[in-house]
């Protein structure tokens, strides 16, 4: 009766006005931050609790919250007086205040039985005023209860905290694992045995914390402040040719690696006389016409016999005395029938045997390139003594011109009068001259008073001209038209014009 009432009267306060709730804005912000389930050795109503913390700079007033729980709980917290909670506060409320028989735990508040978290799941929810300050749910599917472990909430950090887990340090009778009314501890997140508060610097990786194995990855892994040190190599490098002397060196995330020397090749590619590939074979593989390195060898063309060595540039191997060798005997291509510069090919460059031209005009002859006497090239073919030049459209004296001396294709004309006719000069069909291609008219009457040349005589309208006649028609007379069909043409053209641009 005496807890109904007191129920009902803290409801009441704030509408009376006999208690001051706390000024909403901002909240107070009052955290739940640890809570006991099932403590060992004794039973839930004896040794449950639970915690809560201030974390604002300002007191809290807890008189008039209420604590509940999905399963039933419900407690108004101080019913009767104020409950201060300073800033960085601890209060620890349980069930029973005895700290023999609740597992050796003080307790700063007691609800009696009115809050019985659930074995193995349930929500704890702190209000005012009906609001939720603040709550927490557990059970399998968030985090599980586990007999003699509270489930705590880890330190905040830059005012964030960063979950829960249960609690790793002993209290009371050392049975039971919490730090009720303390700073809870931190969360070994990664299950490595270590948290942050106990020097794990990488809660969220198993593989690093105090004592943890150093390995060569640019990471603390023993969190002794230190990377990479004292770690022993895990591969070995290759010792032979160019590479003696190479141990490994660690180079942090990148992991151990062999520095080996300019030069060092997985594969061998150069032939240089040292073993790049450090197999402990000088240039293996290298061959010239599978040939090993130090057999004879024949060159092309005139380079002759040598040995077989690395070429000069350390591409390959070739015969000694090719030119990419250190014996080199070619020389600059010549035409003598011999492939001087070693390249396979024979006077390249000289076009032997190619088709060609010897002289001009009438006297030019097909032949082919040959090498001469003076190690170049000639054209063998047999030329033409030149003739004299005559016109027939051939160059006959092989000088690169045609007719020259004869003005062919030149403007001509044939006739007098009326019966002259213009061409232009071409060769005589003998070839001895240029003749006038034109045909001249033909010579007609002379018609007097006309001022023609009419029987091509080169005189105009002589004496024995003949007058022209008349032609026949319906008038005679003139046949320019009169002054009036004139007049009456002008007119009709003037006409036509104005109605053109009326349009």
């Known amino acids: ?28 912000r009052v955290v739940i931050t640890e809570f006991m389930v099932l403590p060992d050795g004794i039973s839930p109503e004896a040794g449950q609790w639970i915690e809560l913390s201030n974390f604002n700079e300002e007191p809290v007033n807890l008189q008039g919250m209420v604590l509940t729980t999905a399963s039933g709980g419900f407690h108004p917290i101080s019913a009767r007086k104020e409950l201060i909670l300073e800033p960085g506060g ?49 059970g399998p599917d968030l985090i599980s209860v586990e007999v003699g472990k509270s489930i705590s909430l880890e330190p905040y950090i830059d005012g964030i905290p960063k979950g829960w887990c249960l609690a790793r340090k002993t209290y009371g009778e050392d049975r039971n694992f919490g730090t009720p009314g303390e700073a809870n501890n931190y969360c070994d997140n990664d299950n490595d045995g270590w948290a942050e508060d106990e020097g794990d610097c990488d809660d969220y990786n198993p593989k690093i914390g105090p004592g943890m194995p150093e390995y060569c990855n640019g990471i603390d892994d023993n969190c002794n402040g230190l990377t990479d040190e004292d770690v022993e190599p895990t591969i070995s490098c290759l010792d032979k040719g160019i590479c003696a002397g190479t141990v490994p060196t660690c180079q942090g995330a990148a992991g151990w690696i062999c520095p080996y020397p300019e030069g060092y090749e997985e ?17 293996d593989n290298h061959t010239f016409e599978g040939l090993a390195l130090g057999a004879g060898c024949v060159s092309l063309g005139n380079c002759g016999k040598g040995v077989v060595t690395c070429k ?33 090919e024979t006077d390249e460059g000289f076009n032997v045997g190619e088709a060609c031209v ?23 073919a047999q030329v033409i003594e030149p003739s004299e030049e005559i016109c027939d459209g051939i160059d006959n004296d092989c000088d690169g011109q045609v007719d020259e001396g004869f003005e062919v294709g030149v403007e001509c004309s044939i006739g007098e009068g009326a019966c002259r006719a ?29 001022g023609i040349d009419n029987d091509c005589d080169g005189q105009t309208d002589e004496e024995d ?24 043409f002008a007119t009709l053209i003037i006409w036509v014009r104005r109605l053109a641009k009326a349009s």
């Open 90 to 138: 601890i209060v620890v409320l349980g069930q029973l205040d005895d700290f023999k028989q609740n597992g050796g735990i003080k307790l700063d508040y007691v609800y009696e039985d009115d809050i019985l978290l659930g074995r193995e799941s349930d929500e704890i929810q702190l209000k005012l005023d009906g609001t939720v300050v603040d709550l927490v749910s557990y």
């Open 422 to 450: 213009f061409g232009k000069t071409r060769c005589s069909d003998d070839g001895s001259s240029v003749i006038c291609e034109a045909k001249p008219g033909t010579p007609e009457p002379e018609i007097c008073d006309d």
């Open 1 to 28: 009766m005496t807890r109904l009432i007191f129920t009902i009267a803290v409801l009441l306060l704030p509408l009376l006005g006999w208690a001051k709730s706390p000024d909403p804005s901002p909240w107070p």
């Open 312 to 344: 000069v540039d350390g591409t390959g191997a070739t015969c000694s005395t090719m030119p990419d060798g250190p014996d080199a005997k070619d020389s600059e291509e010549i035409c003598d029938g011999i492939d001087n510069d070693c390249d396979g």
């Open 465 to 488: 001209c003949v007058k022209a006649k008349k032609s026949a028609g319906c008038n005679s007379g003139p046949t320019m038209a009169s002054p009036f069909v004139l007049f009456l």
């Open 267 to 283: 594969v061998e590619v150069t032939c240089d006389g040292i073993d790049n590939d450090c197999n402990g074979i000088v240039d």
């Open 358 to 380: 010897e002289g001009l005009g009438a006297c030019a002859q097909i032949g082919v390139f040959a090498c001469d006497k003076e190690l170049g090239q000639i054209c063998l």
